[in-house]
């Protein structure tokens, strides 16, 4: 058996974002034939900056005050794994962006501290011992991503996350059960009555294309298509030849990829790609969402805070889904919460019996490649496969958790990450220089005193920001328009409203703005044109009493391509407000900054 379980899988994309609030999130849509190849940095990395934080109205006599400890949770493990005690602070070095910082705090945690001492011979000891300190509860959230895995590979997950409760479940954590398809919601509870009845109901609602098509394009063909459209691939002319194969492009043998309806069969394959992407990424999105959920649910919880994921992977390369796993990224380090990943699938087989059958459906199974396509169709399982983990590994690795995968022994694996080191340290610093522009900052942890170790810690802190990040005056005009409840039409915008149960089971509204491209102005500056929009979400009572908000800033600095995608698609800016059931007066408010235009928009929402 060969089993990986690894810290670091992709390197996670570091991308300069501030601190995601209720779920703020921008989202930027751009055509999938556009994505840019995987080994170059997209537009996004390049061109576009997101910045969201939680919305307070302002008073302009508040006084703000901040802390910039930096926590940095530390295990030390020595070259057979086991974890290495006995360490202080002195022991440790902390690397702020290359730069040595003073390690202020310092703490050991024990994942079981010593019990009081016992009584000798039925008397107290003579001086009584300081009463160790009670562990801190530590909140375990399970997260099965049941939209994206088949009923054989969520059997196993399943059946894992069941053993760890009865077997391995401190008494004082608490654990929760959330599903991708919001249909079992188990809020943190130390009843494991409670939890192994809620994963009892965990099923499978997987969600696939249409079946009975063809060509049977999968996600990573198509994204290969939409990348190099109108020229010949690989994936393009595997695709062309099981379509005639299967007499979708009305014909039939060789002639039909060139004959008078090759024209046809090139606008059927393409069709059928940019399809294919689009439902791939909308599962992604669907799952990366509620997992925001999730986070931010954690994120209230008073302790450790950890949130094992498991899934059978997807599609993840296209920009609105890298978007969004980073800002999951960001998201859970601004909460401290690790996210530890499974890999549902295990060890790769040759066919997965569903797999199998919906190739049987769709006639895929009855065709063979010609030579010049045929090392490519019998890798593209594979790689399929291969794909569909990176979001599992970004996640993991960009919040310092582990990736399990590889393996059949999902069992031994959940045990594993979920499992508390028995000695950790937690390590604090306060930086000498931190510009409060919600930059990235990667960190580094050594030991010097140590040999042959292994140093599993934080990776990278986000700064803070301030409210410089929007020009005071123009802010202050945000803010009062925020207050306000007319409408202004400077701009052409939309705004639509969901409301329902999230899958922490809080009953919450979700936000789409959309900002039309052609309302944008563009300032040119050397050789890119650039725009910032903002977006202010605020619920109010009935009352107009102030309950929540959202703010979020894009910043485009755009090469004409890029500008032209955005002018062409718009801006969409998307948040979730979480409340109780009741009436409540939603306004949203949006600027692009270049011209100095604002629209605004309230509505009642109504949340079961």
Partial sequence: MNMQLTSS??????????????????????????????????????????????????????????????????????SHGNVVKGLKREDFQVF?????????????????????????????????????ALPKPRYIGMYFDD????????????????????????????????????????QFTSNKEQLLNALKNVMSHIRKPAMGTCPNITPEQAYEISRFRF????????AVQQAIACGACGQTGASAANGPGSQDCTNLVTSRADFVLEIAEEFGEDSLSVLGDVIRYMGKMPGRRTLIMGSSGFFSETRPIQILQDRMIEAALRNGIVINTIDAKGLFADNDPEEVADADANGSNNFLPTPNVTAYA??????????????????????GGKFFHNSNDIMGGLREIAELPEVSYVLGFSPDVVKENGSLHELKVKVPGQHDISISARKSYFAPTKKEGIPGAMFQKLNREVMLTDTRNEMVTHVTTETGTLATGESAVKITAHVDGH?????????????????????????????????????MQLRDATRQQIIHDGVNGKATLQAPPGNYMLREVMQEVVG?????????????
Avoid at 102 to 131: R, W
Avoid at 601 to 608: E, K, R
Wanted: include cysteine; charged fraction near 20%; charge should be negative.
């Fill in 9 to 78: 899988g992709r390197a996670a994309r570091a991308v300069t974002l501030v601190l995601l609030c209720l779920l703020a999130v921008v989202m930027l849509h751009g055509q999938a034939q556009q994505a840019p190849a995987q080994n170059t940095p997209g537009p996004f990395t390049q061109e576009i900056k997101i910045y969201s934080q939680e919305y307070i109205p302002q008073d302009a006599n508040a006084i703000r005050v901040k802390s910039t400890m930096v926590p940095v949770p530390v295990v030390v493990r020595d």
């Fill in 96 to 132: 702020d962006e290359g730069k040595q910082q003073n390690v202020t705090y310092f703490d050991v945690e024990l994942a079981h501290p010593p019990a009081p001492a016992a009584l000798v011979d039925g008397k107290l000891p003579e001086k009584p011992a300081t009463p160790p």
């Fill in 147 to 186: 939209k994206n895995m088949t009923a054989g590979n969520l059997y196993y997950v399943r059946n894992a996350a069941m053993s760890f409760v009865r077997k391995n479940m401190a008494e004082t954590d608490r654990a929760g059960v959330f599903t991708a398809s919001a249909t079992v919601t188990q």
């Fill in 231 to 238: 020229e010949h691939s690989d994936a393009f002319d595997l």
């Fill in 378 to 399: 019998q890798d593209l399982a594979l790689l399929e496969k291969e794909v569909s983990n990176d979001p599992l590994a970004a996640l993991a690795d960009g919040t």
């Fill in 519 to 555: 309302s944008l102005f563009f300032k040119k500056e050397d050789k890119t044109r650039n725009e910032r929009v903002v977006f202010i979400t605020a619920l109010f009572d009935t009352q107009n009493h102030f309950l929540a908000g959202t703010e979020a800033i894009v910043d």
């Fill in 596 to 608: 100095g235009r604002i629209s605004a928009t309230s509505q009642a929402v109504h949340i079961p």
